[in-house]
Each structure stands twice: as structure tokens, then as C-alpha cells.
């Protein structure tokens, strides 16, 4: 082979080197553009592929896909502690502001002037107004007063088949099978499904789909989706607020209790941006490993 076939096939091996790098590089910049939109849009649930990448890459990007996973575990985590400690400060206040307003209805309605009278009505209205939000009030603070959870082997299965038992008047698409094992506490693990199944049922839900799979770093993912009424778009940010509700009889506890049963155990709790096929509303709970 002459001296200029081999210049021109080095020429084309440099040419085709020059190709690949830039090509390679090109496809870095973009899931480095795609992970920042992914963050700035709050969604931290990204994984982006290794494939095509050198070991050293590939070991950044798995890097870099479960940072997503543990910023997110900790942003979770502050809200729930950061509710947490206004709730807290919100009761107490509104328990020593409505406290003598009850005292002091309750002794006017037993006041000669004010028994028999055209006032009589609207203090008894006063009064048992706050008589129940003292009650709501003080019920709420004993309820988010949890014990501390007990975490063990469990059999994702059985709860979910003891919950299905409780409310056979939906139809259940539950497709686990086998065997899943988690660490949790089983009882506070119930009482999660329990609210959300309720919360479902309350938003006219006919059908309630259950599935798992495996996560990143040994967790445990279980979707429930129901069929009720949608949450509304202006509303999806809101709904693990305490006291948030869409509902006009619910009282906005059930799914903020529920993140923070999940969440002091290390899970997380979500909704789905887009819900199962055949559902309108996706929960996504993520079980520690």
C-alpha cells in the first residue's frame, strides 16, 4: 500500500475520531440541559440513561441520578418538619383563642337577659361553632401526636390484602404477586392505605389499582390509583398541606398525616404527574431499602 493510501486512511480514522468526540460530547451537553430543566421544573425524580458513556461517566451520571433521589427524600422531609412545627404553633393558638369565647358564650346563654331573647340564638350558634373547632383543633393535635414507628420485616401483600378486606365495595385491580418484603412499621403502613383509599372513595372512586416495582438503591415502589374524581391542576402542589382539601366535607388531614407516617420512616410519598392508564389520580409511595 503506497504512502498516500495510508495518509488518507489515517486522515479518515482522525476525520472519524474528530466525529465521535463531537458527537459524544454533544450527547453529554444534552442530558446536562435535560437534568437542569428536570431540576429547575422541581422534578426530581430523573434518571437519565448510561449508555454510550466511558466507566468514569457512566459512574458520575448514576451519581448524579440518585443525588435527585436523596434531594428529593430531604426536600420532602423539611416540608413535612417544617408543617410539622406550624401546625403545632397554629393549634395552640387557635386552642387559646376560641378557649374563652367558648367560656364566655356558654355563661351569656345562661344570662336572664340573654335566655328567651332574640340573642340567644346567635350565641348558641357562637358557641357551638367553637366548640367545634376546639374539638377539630385539639382532635388533629392528638392524632399528629404519632408514636414512634417500629420498623420490620413485612409482607407488602398481606397489608394490602388486609386493607382491600375493609373495603370490598371497590373493585380492587391489585397486581401484586409473590412475595414483596419491606421495612416498615405494619401498622402505621396500614394507616396509610386506609386514608388513602378513604380519600379515594370521598372523590367517588369505583375501582382502585395497586402496583409495585423495584427502585433505585433496593427501594421498594407502590403505585395506588383510583378512578375518583381528578385532583384538580391548581391544586396538585397543595395536597399534602395540613388542613388543604378539595373536598367540601374533608377536613385536609389524611394526606399530609400520610406523607409524614411515610416520611419518618424514611419513604416518600408522591402524586403522579400522570396517572396509571385507566385511573385519574396515581400515588407513588417509595418504601427505604
Given at each position: 500500500m503506497s504512502d498516500i493510501a495510508w495518509i488518507l486512511i489515517c486522515l479518515a480514522m482522525v476525520v472519524l475520531a474528530i466525529v465521535w468526540f463531537w458527537r459524544h460530547q454533544r450527547m453529554l451537553a444534552e442530558r446536562a440541559h435535560l437534568m437542569q430543566e428536570a431540576i429547575r421544573n422541581r422534578d426530581l425524580t430523573f434518571r437519565l440513561p448510561t449508555r454510550h458513556m466511558f466507566s468514569g461517566e457512566r459512574a458520575l451520571q448514576e451519581s448524579l441520578n440518585q443525588l435527585g433521589e436523596h434531594v428529593r427524600e430531604q426536600v420532602n422531609l423539611g416540608e413535612v418538619e417544617s408543617w410539622e412545627k406550624l401546625t403545632r404553633v397554629l393549634t395552640h393558638e387557635i386552642m387559646n383563642a376560641t378557649a374563652p369565647i367558648a367560656s364566655i358564650s356558654q355563661s351569656m346563654m345562661h344570662h336572664p337577659a340573654v335566655k328567651g331573647s332574640d340573642l340567644e340564638e346567635g350565641i348558641n350558634a357562637i358557641h357551638n361553632t367553637v366548640v367545634h373547632l376546639n374539638s377539630f383543633v385539639d382532635g388533629y393535635r392528638k392524632y399528629s401526636e404519632l408514636q414512634k414507628p417500629v420498623p420490620r420485616l413485612v409482607d407488602l401483600v398481606?397489608?394490602?390484602?388486609?386493607?382491600?378486606?375493609?373495603?370490598?365495595?371497590?373493585?380492587?385491580?391489585?397486581?401484586?404477586?409473590?412475595?414483596i418484603t419491606i421495612k416498615t412499621d405494619p401498622n402505621l403502613l396500614r394507616q396509610i392505605l386506609i386514608n388513602l383509599i378513604k380519600n379515594a372513595i370521598e372523590a367517588g372512586a369505583k375501582s382502585i389499582g395497586i402496583k409495585s416495582e423495584n427502585g433505585q438503591e433496593g427501594r421498594v415502589k407502590l403505585y395506588v390509583s383510583n378512578d375518583g374524581e381528578p385532583i384538580p391542576a391548581d391544586a396538585r402542589s397543595s395536597i399534602f398541606i395540613p388542613f388543604?382539601?378539595?373536598?367540601?366535607?374533608?377536613?385536609g388531614i389524611g394526606l399530609s398525616l400520610s406523607r409524614r407516617l411515610l416520611t419518618i420512616q424514611g419513604g416518600m410519598m408522591s402524586l403522579l404527574d400522570n396517572p396509571h392508564s385507566g385511573f385519574h389520580t396515581t400515588f407513588l409511595l417509595e418504601f427505604p431499602e
Open positions: 398481606d397489608v394490602v390484602k388486609e386493607v382491600e378486606q375493609l373495603y370490598q365495595e371497590v373493585e380492587w385491580k391489585n397486581g401484586l404477586t409473590g412475595s388543604f382539601t378539595t373536598k367540601r366535607k374533608g377536613n
